[in-house]
């Protein structure tokens, strides 16, 4: 069992930033890929970033690339996303997440976070 525990979420103007992080407890979090999602109402949740055990390798969606990094602290049990050049459409409610194998698909994840909400003014 893993729990994931998000913070950093809140209300920026376009063209702000914000980093959220997600703090892990529980089993090993080295032995864990780590994936960023998010929703926003009426829609599933959708693939945003993911990062490999030793944080060697990343994966972003298309629509996040060249402005969202996203890292690791594997001493600190931590995730990170770190969010540049926000856009009113990256207004969402943003999940962490942790498998044991790679993946873009929400439900090969087995663990999840609670959520926390970016909201992007315009």
């Known amino acids: 069992q893993v729990q994931l525990v998000e913070s950093g979420g809140g209300l920026v103007q376009a063209g702000g930033s914000l980093r959220l992080s997600c703090a892990a407890s529980g089993r090993t979090f080295s032995a864990y890929v780590m994936g960023w999602f998010r929703r926003t109402p009426g829609k599933e949740r959708e693939f945003v970033a993911a990062i490999r055990r030793s944080g060697g390798s990343t994966y972003y969606a298309d629509s996040v690339k060249g402005r969202f990094t996203i890292s690791r602290d594997n001493a600190k049990n931590t995730v990170y996303l770190q969010m540049n050049s926000l856009k009113p459409e990256d207004t969402a409610v943003y999940y962490c997440?942790?498998?044991?194998?790679?993946?873009?698909?929400?439900?090969?994840?087995?663990?999840w976070g609670q959520g926390t909400q970016v909201t992007v003014s315009s």
């Open positions: 997440a942790a498998d044991g194998t790679f993946s873009y698909v929400q439900y090969d994840y087995d663990y």
